[in-house]
């Protein structure tokens, strides 16, 4: 058992998922043959418009599919070496693969501190490893320690988010999955919830894999994205690499090479855009 725990423990990669398909209600197919790896303690962006595919991607790698009429029908999930698709989803947050929902999702009767104090529901390392993690989330967010007591429901949204990425943070997670961390916040925050993204990846060890529409801020902060257009990757690179590409910056970032080249998305098809990344 050691020696095997040693193997998944080194493993180049954390997340390694192989070709999936999802399924709703038997019927609806969402995921066409996605495959992607997310390399242990690096950010890794996944990118698209709405509807392209990105939560449900999260979703399948946290097995909730189930609650909305999902499933994984084929190909595989691996997380540190081992295959999760079958699991149940507590048993892959106690493996450390733990899921930021897009929309926060506090629970707004419970204060600041108790929404926090949920996230180590599942640890057995005692009241004050406990504490002293809650300590950490605290520092790293100075606002939540403001609003300890205050109820979940009437705090900002800013603050709901830093809340719901503390609660994770407080199950001593090795990788999150967080599901638009920006939206329906101002630029300036979007700012600071990254930044402390960048800061928990280098100084807690905790890989990242980032859903998004805010294109320029994930490519800012990630080393590595793919990009999903109706349930298939039709790109994926290094970040820096995906910043200078002309299609990424003309159909994600609203730039074009020069003012004769911007067009409006509505006059674009998108088999234009796969046709070009594809060929």
């Known amino acids: 058992m050691a020696e ?3 193997k998944t423990d080194t493993a180049e990669n954390i997340l390694e998922i192989n070709n999936i398909e999802v399924i709703y209600d038997h019927v609806i197919l969402v995921l066409k043959g996605v495959s992607l790896n997310v390399p242990r303690l690096g950010i890794t962006a996944l990118l698209g418009a709405n509807g392209a595919g990105k939560s449900t991607t999260l979703k399948a790698i946290s097995n909730l599919l189930k609650a909305e009429r999902g499933e994984v029908t084929k190909g595989s999930i691996e997380f540190n070496g081992e295959r999760v698709d079958t699991m149940f989803p507590n048993d892959l947050v106690r493996r450390g693969c733990i899921q930021v929902m897009e929309g926060r999702h506090c629970f707004e009767h419970l204060s600041i501190e108790e929404n926090l104090m949920t996230g180590a529901f599942t640890r057995k390392d005692g009241r004050g490893a406990i504490s002293a993690d809650l300590e950490m989330v605290y520092d790293y967010f100075p606002r939540l320690r403001e609003r300890r007591n205050s109820l979940a429901g009437y705090t900002s949204g800013g603050e709901q988010q830093m ?3 503390g609660r994770a943070m407080m ?3 090795s ?5 638009e961390p920006s939206m329906g916040l101002a630029p300036q925050l979007v700012e600071e919830i990254f930044e402390i993204i ?3 990846n280098e100084k807690e060890g905790v890989s990242m894999l980032l859903a998004e529409q805010n294109t320029s801020i994930a490519l800012k902060y990630a080393k590595y994205g793919y990009i999903l257009e109706n349930g298939r990757v039709v790109m994926d690179g290094e970040a820096k690499d995906l910043m200078e590409n002309e299609d990424v910056k003309e159909f994600y970032l609203g730039v074009a090479s020069n003012d004769e080249d911007r067009r409006s ?3 674009v098809k998108a088999y234009k855009r796969r046709k070009r990344w594809l060929a």
Do not use: E, G, Q, Y
């Not at 990788?175 to 599901?179: A, P």
């Open 4 to 6: 095997v725990a040693l």
């Open 163 to 165: 809340c719901a990425i």
């Open 171 to 173: 199950s001593k997670p």
């Open 175 to 179: 990788m999150m999955l967080l599901d």
């Open 198 to 200: 960048r800061i928990l």
């Open 265 to 267: 998305f509505k006059n």
